[in-house]
């Protein structure tokens, strides 16, 4: 049975996270849908969504062509740390990502008793590794936590939601600030992964 409220609050601390306080048009509806699709493929099926997937249904008549990887660079965070990867290589970086967490998911699956890998880490890394990339021009957060949840609830675990700052607080929440150094800190730790140098 679906948790329709576990899933909305998912939905709104995803969005609290990036600033979006409304519960009503595209961004909100949209976001509903494909975490409901997600919930539905995940446990019925298994199934892990292509991150375009996710991003075009989530990004619908919001961005100009959702679910295409963006081509020009952005910045987030502090200019001084490791930047998400350069348009040259993230369609190569993102086949790498995505065949790599089908690799790790299938050894997890063919080894449940014996598998080297605990499923909560793996939905946490590929989620760090995908902020990391960061291959579309906007929505990247979103798809990100919907992703997470995708490989956590196909293997019958529970959403984790990540708690956002609520409009009426000035300083973020503390779990809102350290989700954000979490990746900082992955991506500051894994930088060699998003060089050019590594796909060339």
Not at 55 to 80: F, S
């Amino acid at each position: 049975m679906i948790d329709h409220k576990i899933i909305e609050d998912f939905v709104r601390n995803s969005n609290w996270i990036e600033g979006e306080f409304e519960e009503e048009g595209p961004i909100w509806e949209n976001h509903l849908d494909i975490a409901y699709k997600i919930e539905e493929e995940s446990v019925k099926r298994q199934k892990i969504l292509h991150p375009s997937h996710i991003h075009a249904a989530l990004m619908k008549n919001i961005v100009d062509m959702p679910g295409e990887y963006r081509n020009m660079q952005v910045y987030i965070g502090n200019r001084r740390d490791p930047q998400p990867a350069g348009p040259a290589i993230v369609n190569i970086a993102m086949n790498n990502w995505f065949d790599c967490l089908k690799t790790d998911i299938d050894h997890i699956h063919k080894n449940k008793e014996h598998a080297i890998f605990n499923v909560e880490d793996v939905a946490w890394q590929y989620h760090y590794w995908f902020e990391a990339i960061h291959p579309f021009i906007d929505g990247n957060g979103r798809t990100g936590r919907l992703i997470l949840n995708n490989i956590r609830r196909s293997f019958g675990f529970s959403w984790m939601i990540v708690k956002g700052t609520p409009q009426d607080q000035n300083e973020l929440i503390q779990e809102h600030r350290e989700y954000y150094e979490a990746i900082r800190k992955w991506r500051k730790e894994n930088s060699d992964l998003l060089s050019i140098k590594n796909f060339s």
